[in-house]
């Protein structure tokens, strides 16, 4: 059925793959688009046959899927339903019994709808890393985020230091579906055994788009903050997240002055064990809310088994001088 499925999409040509060799499977070439083939073939693919080819593709690998919220009553590209989510959840580990925490859950911009779901899932699924991302000036006055407004978002006037005393801003903090989680709730996430909070900065403006003077000011800013909340960050997350558009080199190296900590990206691709070493650039794949549990399973597994299969191809792959290709990210001497 998978084969059928993948000759009637429309496809566009990718280059020196061969995942019929991974997936079992005859792809047609030249090869389908890797979101629509997984939205498109998963519905249709049974489920049983998904849950393997996704054990298959990532045995042996780590991957990290970036979300935002979660809900039982609403679902949109930045809201997953926390019954896909735990049923992702329970098939990822029932076909991957690895004793090693190999899947990790981000959440980003600290919603306190994902915390609440961090607090609950967090004592019931052991074998799962947790990472909540958090502004600390946003966790500490309550100041919400620009898209969240009604109408047309501001994406203007860049301000550092007045971002989250907007008055509109704070005042998103009355509505559940908006408010973000509380800087003693973020402790409490902090405090379980297989969860940790990340510095995600403190306006969630991409770096590109301030002058490097003042990204370079808001990443220092944010982790001193972060540090006098939560103390020192194991993990930051860029905001928006993909290398050389949303940040590049120069603001790596800005928070590698900071410290040793994971440096998250949304750059879609596992990773291995031994990537995650102290000031490592990691990837993360960005899932849609709106995708089910094998949607998003299938897509991970043909995203990873494309990875596997083109292997260490660092002209084609690397996004940034300081990023994990090739796969182990050695800290230069000094």
């Known amino acids: 059925m998978a ?16 995942l019929g060799h991974w997936l079992g499977v005859e792809l047609p070439a030249p090869h389908p688009n890797w979101d629509q083939l997984a939205t498109s073939t998963a519905r249709l693919v049974p489920e049983a046959s998904v849950w393997p080819l996704f054990a298959r593709a990532v045995s042996g690998l780590h991957i990290n899927l970036c979300m935002h919220h979660v809900s039982a009553t609403r679902r949109n590209r930045m809201t997953i339903d926390e019954r896909e989510l735990d049923h992702f ?14 899947l990790t859950l981000s959440f980003d911009d600290g919603y306190e709808d994902a915390a609440n779901y961090i607090e609950t899932r967090g004592r019931l699924f052991q074998r799962v890393e947790f990472l909540f991302f ?18 047309a978002p501001d994406d203007t006037d860049h301000d550092i230091y007045r971002e989250n005393t907007r008055r509109e801003l704070l005042e998103l903090s009355d ?15 902090n405090a379980l055994p297989n969860a940790s909070l990340g510095n995600h900065t403190n306006c969630h403006f991409r770096a590109t788009s301030l002058s490097f003077e003042d ?8 982790h001193d903050a972060f540090v006098r909340l939560f103390g020192e960050p194991r993990h930051f997350a860029f ?16 928070l590698r002055e900071r410290g040793e900590f994971n440096i998250w990206t949304t750059a879609r691709r596992p990773f291995h064990a031994h990537d995650r070493e102290p000031g490592a650039v990691l990837p993360r ?3 849609d809310g709106s995708w089910g549990a094998t949607q998003v399973a299938f897509w991970v597994a043909l995203l990873s088994a494309r990875w596997r299969n083109r292997g260490i191809n660092a002209h084609v792959l690397r996004p ?8 182990t990210w050695k800290r230069p001497s000094i």
């Open 3 to 18: 084969r059928a499925v993948l000759q009637l999409l429309p496809t566009e040509r990718r280059e020196g793959l061969n």
């Open 89 to 102: 959840i329970e098939q990822a580990l029932d076909h991957n019994p690895s004793k090693e925490r190999w």
């Open 134 to 151: 958090v502004c600390p000036e946003k966790a500490e006055t309550g100041a919400g985020f620009r898209w969240d407004l009604r109408g």
């Open 175 to 189: 509505d559940p579906t908006t408010r973000l989680a509380s800087v003693e709730q973020c402790r409490r996430i």
């Open 215 to 222: 990204s370079a000011t808001e990443l220092r800013r944010s």
């Open 239 to 254: 905001p928006f997240g993909k290398p050389n558009e949303d940040f590049d080199d120069r603001h790596v190296d800005v």
């Open 285 to 287: 794949f960005p899932v």
């Open 320 to 327: 940034l001088r300081n990023s994990l290709l090739p796969p």
